[in-house]
């Protein structure tokens, strides 16, 4: 079982130990443009004691730096259009945004209510 140290460099928040039976690990939840240092030490089996463990020590201190945040551009859809509108139904329809995960799409009865 390896036994895994993250830090934040020059933080003074505790590290995180996080425990694995593989030889990597993905560390989730880490901070954009952060600075972190890292370690690992694994529990060895004694030999001929079935559950009794011991540790290696910890190795040698490496360190890695997660990348800046992202801005993408965030713009609101352009060239709204009305298509096959019916009695009961309307297709609405606008520019695709290259970023857009998803869109919401807003509608009320005109002169009902304001935005």
């Known amino acids: ?12 928040n ?3 130990y996080v425990k694995s039976q593989k030889s990597s ?6 901070s954009a443009n952060t600075k972190y240092e890292w370690k690992v030490e694994n529990y060895c089996n ?5 559950g ?3 540790l290696s020590g910890w190795s040698p201190v490496s360190n890695f730096t997660t990348l800046k945040s992202i801005v ?3 713009s609101a859809p352009q060239n709204l259009t009305t298509l096959n509108s019916t009695q009961n139904t309307a297709t609405l329809k606008w520019n695709k945004v290259s970023s857009a995960k998803y869109y919401i799409v807003s509608y009320y009865q005109q002169n009902a209510t304001t935005f």
């Open 46 to 50: 004694t030999i001929g004691q079935t």
């Open 72 to 74: 993408i551009n965030c």
């Open 25 to 30: 690990v993905v560390i989730n939840g880490l």
């Open 1 to 12: 079982m390896l036994h895994y140290c993250l830090l934040p460099v020059g933080s003074a």
């Open 52 to 54: 009794n463990y011991m």
């Open 14 to 16: 505790s590290p995180v």
